[in-house]
T-cell receptor, first 114, second 121 residues
Framework: QKEVEQNSGPLSVPEGAIASLNCTYS??????FFWYRQYSGKSPELIMF????GDKEDGRFTAQLNKASQYVSLLIRDSQPSDSATYLC??????????????FGQGTRLTINP | NAGVMQNPRHLVRRRGQEARLRCSPM?????VYWYRQLPEEGLKFMVY????????ESGMPKERFSAEFPKEGPSILRIQQVVRGDSAAYFC???????????????????FGPGTRLTVT
């Protein structure tokens, strides 16, 4: 089992709809969860982080965390063509042992169709 | 409010040469992380440094790779005797704070620089 798993996609969503991106992780002790957006040829851009169970909203983005199920998701409302990118889920695996490294999923490629 | 800076942005080296990649963290950040992204692969952690200290190098290849973050100046990722398999994008990230197992503070967000794209010919 991979430490952080994402559906690689591609995920195609019509403009204006809700895009739903999912991520599961293996380390039950993880406390910190991040979503990055990466455009082709560019660096990852932090768009959301969540530390507590439940939902966290920021503009059109909502991150959802369920530690019992070891599951974190990202919802993008009112999807725009500019949201087309690869979305990377990152988890601080090994935090309980003092680790600070982020373990990334493979990324989900999202395409918003006008 | 300058972000994480990396240079050079593109670096071409012949097999056997040395590559030096530099990273200056965001203002106020004292923790630096290096990641590598191979073509069509995910981001992989390499090393985590604080000023003058390597904290975690569990992702660094055992040979040819080294990293430092001196008291003054940028962090340096050094690759000796490069091979074609070293061709990748190397990203540096910085964060303002870190947590240890003895505290209840979680890890903080990491912000990435633009990356250095290394091509080995």
């Amino acid at each position: 089992q991979k430490e952080v798993e994402q559906n690689s996609g591609p995920l195609s969503v019509p403009e204006g709809a809700i895009a739903s991106l999912n991520c599961t992780y293996s380390d039950r002790g993880s406390q910190s969860f991040f979503w990055y957006r990466q455009y082709s040829g560019k660096s990852p851009e932090l768009i959301m982080f969540i530390y507590s169970n439940g939902d966290k909203e920021d503009g059109r983005f909502t991150a959802q965390l369920n530690k019992a199920s070891q599951y974190v998701s990202l919802l993008i409302r009112d999807s725009q063509p500019s949201d087309s990118a690869t979305y990377l889920c990152a988890v601080n695996i090994g935090w309980a042992q003092g680790a600070q490294k982020l373990v990334f999923g493979q990324g989900t490629r999202l395409t918003i169709n006008p | 409010n300058a972000g994480v800076m990396q240079n050079p942005r593109h670096l071409v080296r012949r097999r056997g040469q040395e590559a030096r990649l530099r990273c200056s963290p965001m203002k106020g950040h004292s923790h630096v992380y290096w990641y590598r992204q191979l073509p069509e692969e995910g981001l992989k952690f390499m090393v985590y440094l604080q000023k003058e200290n390597i904290i975690d190098e569990s992702g660094m290849p055992k040979e040819r790779f080294s990293a430092e973050f001196p008291k003054e100046g940028p962090s340096i990722l050094r690759i000796q005797q490069v091979v074609r398999g070293d061709s990748a994008a190397y990203f540096c990230a910085s964060s303002p704070f870190s947590a240890g197992v003895l505290t209840s503070v979680r890890s903080y967000e990491q912000y990435f620089g633009p990356g250095t794209r290394l091509t080995v010919t």
